[in-house]
């Protein structure tokens, strides 16, 4: 087992030296890749476990999701001490999922070509969304 273990070290070493050697447009996500919400219901609550992986993939200021979260779910959402997102209300996988995608397609993906590789910037007070992939700064409404 030990073995095993060490051969896959190396291999995920070796890995990570190709990684490094890759050019930077090549390291670039084409894709979003998103974990896919775990939660489960606990009592009249829905408890997201991993919300601080969605959150790491996502990128952004949390309070801003939170606040789309709760707005999207017209109930109150908090943040537990395992950082485990607490929704009061019953939401089952499919609509938590679906609230992150509606989140990512309205405030990461750029709306000219579609790639996640975006970050905010602010122009006169206002904020845009820049992506790093294609050069545009679109507004977008509730950034
Ligand atoms: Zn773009």
Redesign the pocket.
């Known amino acids: 087992m030990l073995a095993v273990t060490n051969y896959f070290m190396e291999y995920e070493k070796m890995l990570e030296r190709l990684y490094a050697c890759l050019p930077e447009s090549t390291k670039k996500h084409e894709r979003f890749e998103m974990p896919q919400v775990e939660s489960f219901i606990q009592g009249h609550k829905t408890i997201v476990r991993n919300f601080s992986a969605i959150l790491k993939a996502i990128n952004r200021d949390k309070k801003h999701l939170f606040k789309f979260i709760a707005k999207e779910t017209a109930t109150s959402a908090a943040i537990d001490d395992n950082n485990r997102l607490v929704l009061n209300g019953k939401f089952n996988r499919e609509q938590v999922n679906k609230l992150i995608e509606s989140y990512i397609n309205q405030f990461i993906l750029?709306?000219?070509?579609?790639?996640p590789?975006?970050k905010v910037v602010e122009k006169h007070g206002v904020k845009m969304l820049k992506?790093?992939?294609?050069?545009?700064i679109?507004s977008v409404k509730g950034l």
């Open positions: 750029c709306p000219e070509c579609k790639r590789d975006t992506c790093e992939a294609c050069g545009a679109s």
